[in-house]
């Protein structure tokens, strides 16, 4: 009668093991979730309230972290009260908001007329608590910047450059230290129409979307 072979043990391998943990190390770096900072102009179109309900939703299912909102664009005291009605409307109570500049609105042509009524039912007042939490956006900025670990932060602008460059011109070495991507509603210029613009080997030349009209020097300068 023919022997029966002797069944083989099979030992778990150290090395898959090994080879794991570093998978779970990976996909930890690679699941973190983004730090967001966003600079925005709510109460101009509808696409920044679309962005916050957005935004929400992502910090829910943990693929962002919103450090902090900047509201730019003359009334910006206004439209940083508009940020913090519907933050705290979607529950984000806890995420700061930054009063931005004119976004060069010098001349103070746009007004909160468009949204003060249509809002009002969760427009903080002026002298509220919520209110009062509001911050100077340049302040704002520096502190998120300085607090974060090098290269976390993402910057998204969907407004106006004008707050971007003021940081930028006064923070460089904090920003690059820092800063892991840029995102900017906006756009540039084919390479072609770039050229014969007297600047020996142009940088990236702003087109003419809306955000980089608002204050086409700091557009240029961002770029």
Request: aromatic share 4%; proline share 7%; with cysteine.
């Amino acid at each position: 009668m023919a022997r029966q072979p002797k069944p083989v043990k099979i030992k778990s391998a150290p090395l898959v093991r090994m080879r794991s943990r570093d998978l779970d190390d990976t996909a930890q770096i690679r699941d973190a979730p983004t730090q967001l900072v966003l600079v925005s102009d709510p109460g101009q179109d509808l696409d920044d309230e679309m962005a916050y309900i957005m935004t929400c939703h992502l910090c829910d299912s943990h693929n962002v972290v919103l450090k902090g909102v900047v509201t730019t664009l003359y009334p910006a005291f206004e439209r940083a009260r508009l940020c913090r009605g519907t933050l705290d409307t979607l529950g984000m109570h806890s995420v700061p908001v930054g009063i931005g500049t004119d976004g060069g609105d010098t001349k103070g042509v746009h007004s909160a007329r468009s949204f003060e009524v249509l809002a009002s039912s969760y427009l903080p007042e002026p002298e509220s608590e919520s209110t009062a939490s509001l911050q100077p956006g340049r302040r704002l900025l520096h502190s998120l910047w300085t607090d974060a670990a090098p290269r976390s932060l993402s910057l998204v602008v969907i407004a106006s450059l004008k707050d971007v460059a003021l940081f930028l011109r006064d923070n460089e070495a904090l920003f690059l230290e820092k800063t892991k991507e840029v995102v900017i509603m906006g756009g540039v210029q084919e390479a072609e129409q770039a050229q014969g613009t007297g600047v020996l080997c142009p940088p990236l030349v702003p087109d003419d979307a809306h955000n980089n009209q608002f204050d086409r020097p700091a557009a240029e300068y961002v770029y």
